[in-house]
């Protein structure tokens, strides 16, 4: 796609979105909502069938032009069109020398500028029911989306080319299908930046497989490795050397349980063989903690060993050099400490291993510099674009690894490692993600004729923006030219200036450049306008590009918001240390976790407890089952038909697979004394046990949403989880009523009865609540409405948790987490339902306590 960022030394060449033209012309002015979502009945599709996957998957092989005109044109005109300009298919279409036709979105840019403009000089009203539009289009579009993309993947994934066809190309479904998602991932965000009056639909948008098949043929690894086949890799280049390492005796002699010390390594290469030094440094206390380096990596890379503590000669050698590159020659070699050569392997070093385990928060809290290593990185040089650098990262398998995620939190310092050098992570400019917009439209508004800018009203209204200049502006680059000043405060203006200096000569010669236009185009009257400052002010401000605004979240995603705050990085103390709450940081830490693999599902409950800052050996406790159990387990488990056999006679084996997992997460829970309220809300698994269904047993899928907004921390009884919400107390009347739609698709609806709300427009909150549907299946939740007569509908914002009532004593009511629901409109869904109805007593702010 033409409008992101280019790839420095690509692999292979991009991806050619081909333009396929039938017989389904695009729409070319904005119809509503309703014509929009009512297109496919023309061509005898059902929309709801498109989103629910209710079709033969071969049916986007033989209608591919229909979801290209509807979901690529159509959304355009849908998305932009409102703005009064006309889209025209051509600006979109590029025709090659051999007459081939291809998607472009070059254009794309210059649209997006236009909408900005015309957001600033049109009426709020208008700007928000033109976001309003917007909104439910891109809804609609991401729903059939990632329906085609899952139900192609899952239920036909050999099929002519996804993930790839015959010749290692992408096929033309799946091209198509990636170009529709970058492209409503890159409206939904210019949405969002656009309009603030309102917060638009957070949507993730779901990419063809074959993206994973490219990203594997240029050596990106599946998440999934087996210490079984495992191999240790040589430093490319490497014709073979040998191994050399610590014996886990030596490492697990320093790992005692009296004293908390952990093993640094240093390698001397100027002898014949390697000699290899460990010493032990105290973490205690940091004032007495030598500098070491904390090499972070990820076993598929290589750089791991299941079976001994020890990596070739020419890793060893690498890894020694890249840690003394980080500091001055006359403190080489610098210690370093790996999991690989410090963390002892063996059944008969387990407490060891252990101890070890339990202290890498220590570890990498205490390092002085982390620095990571990932193939995706060691590929290219440190030259490249710094956003290109981030986005490597993010989609890394580092990013993507769970214990990979402690490492960039807790690290003080983080370098990543490329082929010709590291750089600090902390230190890339991309943050500064908008510094490219003025050039940008500057650059587009040029490449227009005069005529085309006279003609178009947004093109007038960002040539207005470009030849603004702020009344201080003259003044401010008059500093620059100035003596050093004896006034500390005129002395802060001059060094200011000097190193913006740059920046403000850009911006003059910008104004001087499009002040003539502006009056040859308004008039001699062009007179420089409040709206015309605001505009300028965003256009520099705001966050355009799909890319950067994805480096600011891998920020975030790797760094972490709260930890950055509780570490205070940038004065250098660690508030970890002293006065640290676990609750601080628990949302931080869950959406971190979000979408993170690891080939031992039962490690991430002592992830968990080392980001909180909690002890891990209770959870470590807790044994794990053989390579050899999990394997027999595992293939029952793959096998639908046997393992519903084995259920029959009372063998489950996915439950015993993740047993241990499970109850490691109960005792991670145990060892937390507060937790945001708002978990019980979260869109995540959850523990079975009775009194434990609220609490989350797994935050690694990647479709977890987790929203928390509390200042009042909720705790724990014997019972489940202690919280104020206010909510319905529902007297069910088990009356059951079907209702249908032609799809046949059902669902199951609760309405509540309240007196008190008839005939009034009092309370529409509450009001939005009487009638809700309840996620999940239906056969389950009729099961469980059928026997509980007294039920409670906890609420707050969009999301709501079902929960039987089961007594209430002091004022707390105790009820059973069911599941989750969400208002209901029967006037927007065309599901077929069971309804359930009650009488309901609103509550305002009660204790719930949700087992």
């Known amino acids: 796609m033409d409008h992101l960022p280019k790839v420095s030394d690509p692999v292979r060449e991009p991806v ?19 014509d929009f979502e009512n297109i496919p009945k023309r061509y005898k599709f059902s929309t709801h069938d498109l989103i629910q996957g209710a079709y033969d998957p071969r049916l986007l092989y033989q209608k591919i032009s229909f979801f290209q005109s509807w979901l690529f044109f159509g959304l355009l005109v849908q998305v932009i069109g409102p703005i009064g ?87 033309t479904a799946g091209k198509v299908l990636l170009s529709l998602a970058i492209l409503g991932d890159q409206l939904c965000l210019a949405r969002n930046q656009i309009v603030r009056y309102s917060v638009g639909p957070i949507l993730h948008w779901k990419y063809p497989s074959f993206g994973t098949a490219l990203l594997q043929e240029v050596g990106w690894c599946p998440a999934e ?46 002898r014949p063989h390697p000699l290899i030094g460990v010493s032990a440094a105290d973490i205690t206390k940091v004032e007495n903690v030598p500098s070491y380096v904390a090499i972070s990596h990820v076993w598929s890379d290589g750089k791991g060993n299941p079976h001994r503590n020890s990596l070739p000669a020419c890793q060893l050698q690498r890894l020694q050099e890249c840690a003394n590159a980080l500091y001055p020659s006359d403190r080489h070699p610098v210690p370093f400490w790996m999991d690989t050569l410090c963390v002892p392997v063996g059944k008969e070093f387990r407490p060891a291993r252990h101890r070890a385990i339990n202290r890498m928060k220590s570890t990498y809290k205490s390092a002085e510099k982390i620095l990571v290593f990932d193939n995706s990185l060691e590929l290219v040089d440190s030259t490249i674009a710094p956003e290109e650098a981030v986005i490597r990262l993010r989609y890394s398998p580092w990013s993507t690894r769970l214990w990979t995620m402690q490492e ?19 230190d890339q400019p991309y943050q500064n993600g908008a510094s490219g917009n003025l050039p940008a439209v500057d650059e587009i508004l040029k490449s227009m004729t005069i005529q085309d800018v006279a003609s178009s009203a947004p093109a007038v209204l960002l040539v207005r923006a470009l030849a603004y200049t702020d009344p201080t502006f003259q003044l401010r680059l008059s500093y620059a030219d100035k003596p050093p000043q ?7 203006l001059r060094l200011s200036a000097i190193d913006s200096f740059e920046d403000l000569k850009f911006e003059d010669n910008l104004h001087k450049t499009w002040l003539p236009v502006a009056k040859d185009l308004v008039g001699e009257i062009y007179e420089p306008s409040r709206l015309d400052d605001q505009l ?87 044994p794990v089952l053989s390579h050899r159990k999990k394997r027999i387990l595992s293939s029952i488990s793959c096998k639908p038909g046997f393992a519903t056999a084995c259920r029959k006679v009372g063998f489950n084996a996915q439950s015993r697979l993740n047993k241990c997992h499970d109850e490691r997460m109960k005792v991670a829970w145990l060892l937390l004394d507060a937790f945001p309220p708002h978990i019980v809300f979260w869109n995540v698994p959850r523990l079975q046990q009775q009194g434990w269904r609220w609490a989350p047993s797994t935050f690694l899928s990647e479709n977890t949403q987790i929203k928390s907004w509390a200042t009042v921390l909720a705790t724990r009884l014997d019972e489940g989880l202690l919280v104020r919400f206010q909510g319905w107390r529902i007297s069910l009347k088990h009356e059951i009523t079907q209702t249908s739609a032609e799809d046949g698709n059902d669902c199951v609806i609760l309405k509540i009865d309240c007196p008190e709300l008839t005939g009034n427009n009092r309370h529409p909150f509450r009001r939005s609540w009487v009638c809700s549907r309840l996620l999940g299946p ?74």
């Open 16 to 34: 050619k979105v081909p333009f396929i033209w039938q017989h389904f012309p695009f729409h070319s002015r904005p119809l509503s909502f309703e």
């Open 85 to 171: 300009v006309t889209l025209s298919q051509a600006e979109f279409v590029r025709t090659e020398a051999d007459g081939s036709r291809f998607i472009t979105t070059e254009e794309l840019p210059k649209y997006l500028w236009f909408w900005l403009a015309i957001r600033h000089h049109q009426p709020r009203r208008e700007a928000e029911e033109h976001a309003e539009l917007a909104d439910s289009c891109l809804a609609l579009a991401n729903k059939v989306l990632n329906s085609l993309t899952t139900a192609l993947t899952t239920k036909n994934p050999q099929s002519d080319g996804l993930p790839m066809s015959s010749i290692g190309e992408p096929s």
């Open 225 to 270: 490795i087996n210490s079984l086949t495992y191999k240790t890799q040589h430093v490319a280049g490497c014709s073979g050397c040998q191994e050399h390492g610590l014996s886990s005796q030596t490492i697990s002699s320093i790992l005692v349980p009296e004293k908390p010390v952990v093993p640094l390594v240093t390698v001397d290469f100027r």
């Open 408 to 426: 960039g939190r807790l690290g003080l310092k983080v370098y990543l490692q490329f082929r010709d050098k590291s750089k600090s992570f902390d």
């Open 486 to 492: 004896s006034d500390p405060e005129e002395e802060e």
């Open 536 to 622: 300028r002010s965003d256009i520099h401000a705001i966050m355009m590009n799909p890319i950067l605004s994805h480096c600011g979240e891998a920020w975030l995603r790797i760094r972490g918001f709260a930890y950055n705050a509780a570490l205070n990085r940038t004065s250098g103390t660690d508030h970890l240390r002293s006065g640290f709450k676990p609750s601080s940081v628990f949302d931080d830490t869950a959406r971190g976790l979000q979408g993170r693999t690891t080939s031992r599902i039962e490690d991430e409950p002592v992830c968990l407890c080392a980001l909180l800052g909690i002890d891990t050996a209770p959870v470590l406790d807790i």
């Open 778 to 851: 239906s056969k389950r939740w009729r099961k469980i409405l059928s026997k509980n007569h007294d039920v409670a509908l906890i609420v707050d914002e969009g999301r709501g948790v079902l929960a039987p009532i089961n007594k209430e004593t002091n004022g707390i009511i105790f009820t059973t987490f069911e599941g989750a629901a969400e208002r209901y409109s029967s006037t927007t869904s065309r599901q077929s339902a069971t309804v359930f109805s009650g009488t309901g007593k609103w509550i305002d702010g009660p204790q719930w306590c949700i087992g």
